[in-house]
T-cell receptor, first 107, second 116 residues
Framework: EDQVTQSPEALRLQEGESSSLNCSYT??????LFWYRQDPGKGPEFLFT???AGEEKEKERLKATLTKKESFLHITAPKPEDSATYLC????????FGTGTRLQVFP | DAGVTQSPTHLIKTRGQQVTLRCSPK?????VSWYQQALGQGPQFIFQ???????QRGNFPDRFSGHQFPNYSSELNVNALLLGDSALYLC???????????????FGEGSWLTVV
């Protein structure tokens, strides 16, 4: 069965304290791995799509990497405005989401 | 360039009633998917529409039905509402078929449904 697991469930960071979020997956016929940011009460906001092992993408303080079994979202020197839930999803012929990591960054 | 638009943003219904939610995809996209997101959970796939036909369906009962119009907009209908149907309903738009060279999937802001 296709499955996506994200860890940790919640993460509290001091402003400037870098860390990584993990997304592990088991899926057949992977067409891509997506990262989204979701603020409370809002729809998911697209961040990155990764398609093959070894691929990396960056956007401001965020960097996403992909291996054959997992993806990492690295957050460098986070700021309070980075506080949100980060969702990982794998694409077969539909998106299969993990439950997300709730990130809180304190000043 | 308008993104994915959904309506209504919030609504309250009574158990047993029926609800219709609406979605207009991003310009240039022809495929609409619907997801249900319960509080504290990731979105769960309901179904996908392309060329006015349901192409795929997730593990949801027949009370959940949909429609796609010639202009690619879509509706999600839920009959005989249950308390457990309370959730954020998200519409996602993309191009069909899924490609591996940049087929980004965009979401709307969602429709909050509360069943009392």
């Amino acid at each position: 069965e296709d499955q996506v697991t994200q860890s940790p469930e919640a993460l509290r960071l001091q402003e400037g304290e870098s860390s990584s979020l993990n997304c592990s997956y088991t899926v057949s016929g992977l067409r891509g791995l997506f990262w989204y940011r979701q603020d409370p009460g809002k729809g998911p906001e697209f961040l990155f799509t990764l398609y093959s092992a070894g691929e990396e993408k960056e956007k401001e303080r965020l960097k996403a990497t992909l291996t054959k079994k997992e993806s990492f979202l690295h957050i460098t020197a986070p700021k309070p405005e980075d506080s949100a839930t980060y969702l990982c999803a794998v694409s077969t012929d539909k998106l299969i989401f993990g439950t997300g990591t709730r990130l809180q960054v304190f000043p | 360039d308008a993104g994915v638009t959904q309506s209504p943003t919030h609504l309250i219904k009574t158990r047993g009633q029926q609800v219709t939610l609406r979605c207009s995809p991003k310009s240039g996209h022809d495929t609409v998917s619907w997801y249900q997101q319960a509080l504290g959970q990731g979105p769960q796939f309901i179904f996908q529409y392309y060329e006015e036909e349901e192409r795929q369906r997730g593990n949801f009962p027949d009370r959940f039905s949909g429609h796609q119009f010639p202009n690619y907009s879509s509706e999600l209908n839920v009959n005989a509402l249950l308390l457990g149907d309370s959730a954020l309903y998200l519409c996602a738009s993309s191009s069909y078929p899924p490609r591996t060279d940049g087929n980004t999937i965009y979401f709307g802001e969602g429709s909050w449904l509360t069943v009392v």
